[in-house]
């Protein structure tokens, strides 16, 4: 059973940080992309960073130099860190892990976490 674990979000000033993590058990880590996607208000959920199983990241342009993802694979989970740095109103939305496996493209998703940007 495929189960991921959401910790992390909450408010931040613009200008200040958050950290986000994601704990996926009952994958198979090393055929599964581990992420974060965002949603907000009136809006379309977003990729916001993925990390390949062999820990390769990619990023939305509009995160690009501010978060960082990273990801450890243990022997029976794998968590995956998004490190948001110099956050701006606009990254306010829910943030939703997500796991994909490679081969299948089936998606797991979070419950979200929500993510607040405002002074």
């Known amino acids: 059973q495929v189960k991921l674990v959401e910790s992390g979000g909450g408010l931040a000033q613009p200008g200040g940080s958050l950290q986000l993590s994601c704990t996926a058990s009952?994958?198979?880590?090393?055929?599964?992309?581990i992420g974060w996607y965002r949603q907000a208000p009136g809006r379309q959920r977003e990729l916001v960073a993925v990390?390949?199983?062999?820990?390769?990241?990619?990023?939305n342009d509009s995160v690009k130099g501010r978060f960082t993802i990273s990801r450890d694979n243990a022997s029976l989970r794998s968590t995956v860190v998004l490190q948001m740095n110099n956050l701006k109103p606009e990254d306010t939305a829910v943030y939703y892990c997500?796991?994909?496996?490679?081969?299948?493209?089936?998606?797991?998703w979070g419950q979200g976490t929500q993510v607040t940007v405002s002074s």
């Open positions: 997500n796991a994909r496996n490679v081969v299948s493209q089936l998606p797991y």
């Open positions: 009952g994958v198979s880590f090393g055929l599964t992309d």
């Open positions: 990390a390949t199983p062999r820990a390769s990241a990619n990023y």
